[in-house]
């Protein structure tokens, strides 16, 4: 699949996963602060992307360590989302219903670098056993 495809792909999962987060976001912000709704939005709408460019973007099969290492894909993300939902609402004075729309939307090309190069990095290799004679 040529990169191209790939970056079709992911902008695709993006949107979804966009939509989980966002849906998630604004039912929590109903009981939670708005910091900690968008914590635990982003943390069910990451496990459910990670499925998606598995499967759908990447075409190459979750396993665990590409499970435990996904999250990295998302550190930059993360970062900049929070920081710029902060200082949307807080500096910006914008609402905190859609300050993670915007916010999103700076931190997606380098999402897909990163998550391009943990998700096709092949798994190590395990070493044959010796045969003992």
């Not at 709704?37 to 590409?66: D, Q």
Request: hydrophobic share 50%.
């Amino acid at each position: 699949m040529t990169v191209k495809a790939q970056m079709a792909r992911f902008a695709l999962v993006g949107v979804v996963n966009t939509g989980t987060y966002y849906g998630c976001y604004l039912v929590l912000l109903t009981w939670l602060p708005y910091i900690a709704a968008h914590v635990v939005a982003f943390a069910l709408s990451m496990t459910g992307s990670f499925f998606l460019n598995s499967y759908f973007t990447y075409r190459t099969r979750p396993t665990w360590r590409k499970f435990l290492l996904f999250p990295l894909t998302n550190a930059a993300n993360f970062v900049i989302t929070t920081g710029g939902v902060y200082l949307l609402v807080d500096l910006a004075g914008f609402s905190s219903r859609y300050a993670p729309l915007v916010a999103a939307a700076a931190a997606i090309p380098i999402t897909f670098v990163v998550s391009r190069t943990i998700m096709l990095r092949p798994d190590s290799k395990v070493p044959a056993v010796e045969r003992v004679s």
